[in-house]
């Protein structure tokens, strides 16, 4: 049977992407150096709140992400023809990805190496950053950037869909359902499931934090990670009858995972240990932090989010756009702001929302009723 609108996950995933932006705001501003993942600092301006913003979002995002992408593949595959859902992903997922990879990577790059050549007092910074583009090869993407994860979920879908193929049988599917009823609506055997297979998992892969990487050819650890959490989404699906079970102790799983996620925090900056080190401490700490984000912020958006909203309908439809667009525009601002004599996080801010503004108002009137509209999410809206 055709499912209704889900909205509370249709809302989740959409914040969960929102979320990116908050991440790239506080990164110039943190304290810990982060390489060339993320190559500016702020020279005159850090704080390690920013650093704490940065790790709590990372705990829990993209494991929610994925598990909402896979409930969202599952109905696909499962309430139309497998064929159908091929070519919705094809078309709201890898289309995208290249298009928008081959667009943003002259600007991201124009945009980090500004901002680094400010940062560093290099005379005349636009010249000079300018000079990167007399090389062709400057054009060519080097890395999938803060679109990766959309090359993760190709990669992800692609592989479940052969799998499900492979594997479509009525009894196994009547018995899947059945266990997976009985994990979910106990609520203390469901997060025990989950923590059991994330901490087996980062066990695994010998890394209390799977670093996302941006690589070009796929990584092991990111594949295996991620494809763990899309596969719980998916059999979640089978089980969206019973959504509302999540509602139980939402609100004490997520706040007992604020608390241990700082918990862990300090352990690590006290200790001066590497945020992904094979530490069976922190691994268990991840897995205990992760399990209960899942279960407590799914439960928070079925409470809160289950009804329709206009206005987090909008938000939902512009938030593809949005993160597809944020990366240059948080990487560029804090150039402008390196001299003006105000804390680390009024900083923070300040990217945060002049990025959201443009973000938000260039979809309202350049995306959401127009052909690059249709490209991302399947059809105009009125503006």
């Not at 209960?292 to 958006?301: A, E, H, K, N, P």
Request: net charge positive; charged share 15%; proline share 4%.
């Amino acid at each position: 049977m055709k499912s209704e609108r889900i909205h509370s996950l249709d809302a989740l995933r959409a914040i969960m992407m929102l979320l990116g932006l908050v991440i790239h705001s506080a990164l110039t501003y943190n304290i810990t150096p982060h390489g060339n993942a993320w190559s500016i600092k702020d020279p005159n301006s850090t704080h390690i709140l920013s650093d704490f913003i940065v790790l709590l979002i990372h705990s829990f995002r993209m494991p929610i992400f994925f598990v909402v992408a896979g409930f969202f593949g599952a109905l696909l595959f499962y309430e139309r023809q497998p064929s159908q859902m091929i070519k919705n992903r094809i078309s709201r997922i890898v289309f995208p990805f290249i298009v928008f990879l081959w667009i943003l990577w002259p600007i991201t790059v124009f945009s980090f190496r500004y901002t680094h050549n400010v940062f560093n007092h290099i005379d005349n910074p636009l010249k000079k950053t300018l000079t990167i583009f007399t090389d062709i090869t400057a054009f060519f993407p080097k890395t999938t950037s803060h679109l990766w994860f959309l090359y993760y979920l190709s990669l992800i879908t692609g592989s479940t869909v052969i799998i499900s193929l492979i594997f479509r049988n009525k009894k196994v599917t009547k018995y899947t359902h059945q266990v997976l009823n009985s994990l979910i609506q106990k609520t203390l055997i469901r997060v025990l499931f989950l923590f059991g297979i994330i901490f087996i998992t980062l066990t695994l892969l010998k890394t209390s934090m799977v670093k996302t990487s941006v690589s070009l050819i796929p990584d092991r650890n990111t594949f295996i990670y991620f494809f763990i959490f899309y596969c719980v989404g998916w059999l979640l699906y089978k089980s969206k009858n019973i959504l509302h079970s999540f509602m139980h102790y939402d609100w004490v799983f997520t706040v007992t995972a604020i608390i241990l996620a700082s918990v862990q925090g300090l352990i690590i900056e006290e200790y001066k240990l590497d945020p992904s080190d094979n530490s069976r401490l922190l691994i268990t700490f991840s897995a205990i932090v992760v399990c209960l984000f899942i279960s407590g912020i799914i439960g928070l958006f079925v409470r809160y989010a289950s009804k329709h909203s206009h206005r987090m309908r909008y938000i939902s439809d512009a938030s593809y756009w949005v993160y597809l667009i944020h990366l240059p525009l948080t990487a560029i601002i804090p150039a402008f702001l390196l001299n003006f004599p105000i804390p680390a996080m009024i900083k923070f801010l300040i990217v945060l929302t002049i990025t959201t503004i443009i973000c938000f108002v260039s979809y309202h009137f350049c995306v959401r009723n127009t052909f690059i509209g249709k490209f991302l999410n399947g059809q105009k809206y009125p503006t």
